[in-house]
């Protein structure tokens, strides 16, 4: 498998959650969004269908 970086990628931040949007990859049928709560560490994940979007609550 091939791993490809979305483009354009913006973030709307809310009280306890983000929400990021971003250009679609071709023919990806879905993503992973690595994150973490410190730079560098990314130990969480999320996965995102092809709509590109997704929404991150705090927990």
Known sequence: MDW???SELTA???DTNVTLK???VPEAT???IKYGTEPG???KSV???KDQNV???NS
């Open 47 to 49: 996965t995102a269908n």
């Open 22 to 24: 971003w250009d679609a």
């Open 55 to 57: 929404l991150i609550k």
């Open 12 to 14: 709307a931040a809310g």
């Open 41 to 43: 560490v990314y130990n």
């Open 4 to 6: 490809y970086k979305a």
């Open 30 to 32: 879905g993503y992973v």
